[in-house]
């Protein structure tokens, strides 16, 4: 997710679909949706159709141990 936004800085949304995502990372599918949807819950992300927003970088961030 974090290298999809650092392509498009200005931009905090994300058009890309889960099967995408999973494909990019030799996944699949359901265990994309699965860690997207814990990051909704957490208040990092907002999920709708085909589009993903941060809400949160700061969550993504530290379960990511970026430093900025």
């Not at 099967?19 to 994309?32: D, Q």
């Not at 159709?49 to 700061?58: A, D, F, Q």
Request: proline share 0%; hydrophobic share 40%.
């Amino acid at each position: 997710l974090m290298q999809h936004f650092s392509r498009d800085s200005a931009s905090s949304s994300l058009k890309v679909t889960h099967e995408k995502i999973a494909s990019e990372l030799g996944s699949v599918r359901e265990v994309v949706s699965r860690v997207l949807k814990e990051f909704e819950r957490l208040g990092a992300i907002g999920i709708s159709r085909n589009r993903i927003e941060i809400l949160n970088s700061k969550i993504l961030r530290f379960y990511f141990h970026i430093k900025t």
